[in-house]
Structure formats: C-alpha cells, structure tokens
C-alpha cells in the first residue's frame, strides 16, 4: 500500500477518534446547582420555579439547601426514587434521613491530605448527613433497617439554617 495512502487513512481515522470523542465529552452528567458535582443517578432532586425555570440538584440534601438559602418562589418538587430512578414528588415521597449510605460523598474523590500527605477528615460536605428519596414508605422503612436512619415525610424535613 502506497504510503500517502496509509497517512491519508490515518489521518481521517484520527479525524473521526477526535470527533467521536467531542461528542461522547459533550453528553456530561447534569451539574448540581450547590455543590458542583455530577448529578447523583438515583437522588436527583428538581426545584421548578414558579417562572419555568428549573435548579437541579444532585440530591435531596442540596435541594433542601437551596430552598432554606433562596427561598425560590416554587411550583413543584420532584426527587428521584432510590430504587427505581423514577422522577416522583417530592412533597408525596418519604425519606431515609442519615443512613449510612452516601453516594454523593463517595463521588467527591479521596479524602484531602495535609502539608505531609495524612489523610484529614472532612469537617463538612453540603451532602451529608445522606437524604434518600423512596415513593413507598415500606421501601423506605426496609432500607432504614439494613442502613440506620429515620423514615420521614417531606413536611418532617427540616429546612438547613442559614
């Protein structure tokens, strides 16, 4: 095979890897509104203004941040079931508050390190303590008993302080 042959093949081939990648790296993950990382798959948490606009959160946790900092004018809640990833309303979902899951937490990368590389403990995430959305109470309450926590309905949530 003729050598122009071979670097024109080359070439295209490296022309379609390169676009092919710009695509694939154009279809990222939703960022939250709050703490900046990708949209957690199962704990998505929508806030739908009253003027169409649409925060997106990546879980419960920093949606309930959002709305206790904002104080938005609101016409729907929406969370994603834990189980299913099925969009639900969050005024009619129940909650597991603080079990010992944590998806968003494990997403943030290793812990930090000091001046002398030792791991630190993080102090603080926006995340924490975990919040997870269920449409049935009986699912809620059957994670609650494997990964502790407390079962409660959006009205018991409490608003984060400012």
């Known amino acids: 095979m003729p050598r122009k042959r071979v670097l024109t093949i080359g070439f295209l081939f490296i022309v379609g890897a390169l676009a092919t990648l710009a695509v694939a790296c154009a279809r990222h993950a939703a960022e939250c509104g709050q703490c900046g990382r990708a949209e957690c798959k ?3 948490f929508d806030i739908r203004l009253t003027n169409g606009k649409v925060v997106q959160t990546c879980c419960p946790r920093c949606g309930l ?3 206790s900092g904002s ?3 609101v016409a729907a809640l929406a969370v994603k079931d834990f189980d299913t990833a099925a969009r639900i309303d969050a005024n009619t979902a129940f909650y597991v508050d603080g079990s010992d899951v944590h998806p ?3 997403m943030a990368g290793p812990e930090p390190m000091d001046e002398r590389g030792c791991c630190m403990k993080t102090e603080y995430d926006r995340c924490l303590p975990s919040l997870i959305a ?3 109470k009986a699912k809620a309450e ?3 008993e494997e990964h502790g926590g407390t079962v409660k309905a959006f009205a018991e949530l409490k608003l984060p302080e400012r």
């Open 42 to 44: 199962s704990l998505a």
């Open 65 to 67: 941040h959002y709305l």
């Open 71 to 73: 104080h938005p004018p």
């Open 104 to 106: 968003c937490t494990s």
């Open 134 to 136: 269920f449409g049935s």
């Open 142 to 144: 059957t994670f609650a």
